[in-house]
Nanobody
Framework: QVQLVESGGGLVQAGGSLRLSCVAS????????RAWYRQGPGKQRELVAT???????IYEDSVKGRFTISRDNAKNTMYLQMNSLKPEDTAVYVC???????????????WGQGTQVTVSS
């Protein structure tokens, strides 16, 4: 079983920065992708950024140029550096990991509990 724990959220003024972390613990054979999602008030959950095992990254259009996803395999940690934050970035940010528990097994998706990011105007 894999557990994901996010941290780094908080209250920040518009234009400010935050760095979110997502630490993975537990046993997993291989990781396919890791990602950050967010769900704002009254909105559906949306994909913010994805990073693959080859370090390819994909970003949602509204965060391109402002957010950077990265990972440190030695620390089993994924990050989301968020700069030039806007009030519309206010949301619960949740990390996600997709991988195989053992060789040849089906891919499984794990989710963290989320961390609140609030951007004031």
């Amino acid at each position: 079983q894999v557990q994901l724990v996010e941290s780094g959220g908080g209250l920040v003024q518009a234009g400010g920065s935050l760095r979110l972390s997502c630490v993975a613990s537990g046993s997993i054979f291989s990781i396919n992708t890791r990602a950050w999602y967010r769900q704002g008030p009254g909105k559906q959950r949306e994909l913010v950024a994805t990073i693959t095992t080859g370090d390819s990254t994909i970003y949602e259009d509204s965060v391109k140029g402002r957010f950077t996803i990265s990972r440190d395999n030695a620390k089993n940690t994924m990050y989301l550096q968020m700069n030039s934050l806007k009030p519309e970035d206010t949301a619960v940010y949740v990390c996600n990991l997709r991988g195989q528990v053992y060789p040849g097994s089906a891919y499984v998706t794990y989710w963290g509990q989320g961390t609140q990011v609030t951007v004031s105007s």
